[in-house]
């Protein structure tokens, strides 16, 4: 017997015939003779809507008030689940997240789960029920309901095969698994047998958008298999793993972001100390800065150019302006007309010309590239937006095709 961790993506328990198939492949699973812990996100598009309806009600509403607001779209999801699977004939029981035991940092709309005591869970599967768990939320310190931030399901179920060593994670979603690009824009594109943390999590924060970033890492952590498949369609799905066993490929995707910024100051003063305070005024915001490239100091200046995330724009600017006034710098340029396309994957450790492919490709399809970035498994280059979906495709073509 094993114990089995399932969680099902918002479009998995969309409506109520997704929820009845969601308890089909619940009961097949606990029918084998496992337990089975599952882990539900809010129906469809709730999430979306109940912010929607906070924002209606007051848009400066404070952070906790919305996690009590957004947490209810698990409760629909648990308890419509739960009746499903009692209605096949099943024992279940479904629990909230403090039900769960998750407690978690008291920084509400993005709280970070602190640990898990699964006491709970332990003993209701011990009276053999099947127990359905509301993702995306816990329990702070001082008895509040927190959220994990958008997508926190995936860590959720995560967290929960991390503390009860669960023998699978599978992650149910609406695609089939890992693929080099995304299927729906890239007609050949792959669906991979497996992929190691490392990639994963290069392509989940590059925008590909299977599995929440935070989760991966999670996974890394404590070693979890994670299995993403698709609960629509019966086949295997994408291991993801340590890299060890992994099926040999030089590169395992392309991802486009079109959600970045590129932001240049330009005519910084060329002596020790203006990129740390430049960049320390953006850490104090938190804001994230991705590639970065300062150009070679003349007539005593020199220019940085960054990306950062979209919405992160106009913080980032204000934290700035007071950087030029301060260090005497002559301007801020901005653009959002920019996407960054990267390639990843484990084998380009130990392959030389990787990257050169890549810009072949590009070259090929009169591509400009604006900055390049690299790391030991990844490549990114920045270009103009309208190129971004011709860029991926020329380089699938290139790496997959040829
Ligand atoms: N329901 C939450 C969201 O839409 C959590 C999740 O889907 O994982 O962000
Ligand atoms: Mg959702």
């Known amino acids: 017997m094993s114990l089995i961790v399932q969680k099902f993506g918002g479009s998995s328990v969309a409506n109520a015939e997704r929820v009845f198939n969601v308890a089909r492949i619940v009961t097949e699973t606990y029918d084998k003779g496992n337990d089975v812990v599952v882990v539900v996100s809010a129906q469809g598009d709730t999430t979306d809507d109940l912010i929607a309806k906070g924002n209606e ?34 024992p ?50 001082y ?25 699978l994670c599978q992650i149910f979603t609406d695609v089939e698994g890992v693929y080099t690009a995304d299927p729906r824009k890239v007609k050949n594109a792959r669906k991979l047998r497996d992929i190691s943390y490392d990639e994963m999590l290069e392509l989940a924060t590059m925008g590909a958008q299977v599995l929440n970033n935070r989760s991966v890492e999670m996974a890394k952590k404590y070693n979890i ?8 369609v019966k086949a295997p799905g994408t291991i993801v793993k340590e890299k060890s066993k992994m099926e040999k490929m030089l590169i395992s995707g392309v ?30 915001k938190n804001i994230n800065v991705d590639i970065i490239l300062q150009s070679i100091g003349r007539d005593g200046t020199k220019d940085i150019s960054f990306t950062i995330a979209a919405d992160r724009l106009e913080d980032a600017k204000a934290a700035l302006n007071d950087f030029v006034e301060n260090v005497g710098a002559k ?35 009169q591509i400009n590239i604006r900055m390049i970035a690299t790391s030991e498994i990844k490549v ?4 103009a937006k309208k190129d971004a979906d011709r860029a991926v495709s020329a380089i699938h073509e290139k790496f997959f095709e040829e």
């Open 57 to 90: 009600i007051n848009p400066n509403a404070s952070k906790r008030e919305r996690d009590m607001l957004v947490s209810a779209g698990e409760q629909i999801s648990i308890s419509l689940l739960a009746m499903a699977i009692e209605k096949l004939g099943y």
């Open 92 to 141: 279940v029981v479904s629990l909230l997240g403090w039900q769960a035991g998750f407690q978690t940092s008291s920084a509400h709309t993005s709280a970070r789960i602190r640990r898990v005591q699964p006491n709970r869970i332990r003993k209701e599967l011990d009276k053999k029920r099947i127990v359905i768990v509301a993702g995306f939320q816990g329990v702070s310190r």
């Open 143 to 167: 008895d509040d309901i927190t959220t994990l931030g958008r997508g926190g399901s995936d860590t959720s179920a995560v967290a929960i095969a991390a503390a009860m060593h669960a023998d």
């Open 225 to 232: 298999e994670l299995e993403v498949l698709s609960s629509l």
């Open 255 to 284: 991802a486009k972001d079109t959600d970045i910024a590129r932001i240049s100051v330009i005519g910084i003063p060329d002596v020790p100390g203006c990129a740390f305070k430049m960049f320390s005024k953006l850490s104090a």
């Open 331 to 365: 301007d801020i340029l901005t653009s959002t007309d920019v996407a960054k396309i990267s390639i990843v994957g484990a084998g380009m450790e130990s392959h030389a010309g990787v990257a050169t492919k890549m810009f072949e490709a590009l070259y090929d399809a």
């Open 380 to 383: 990114s280059v920045l270009i």
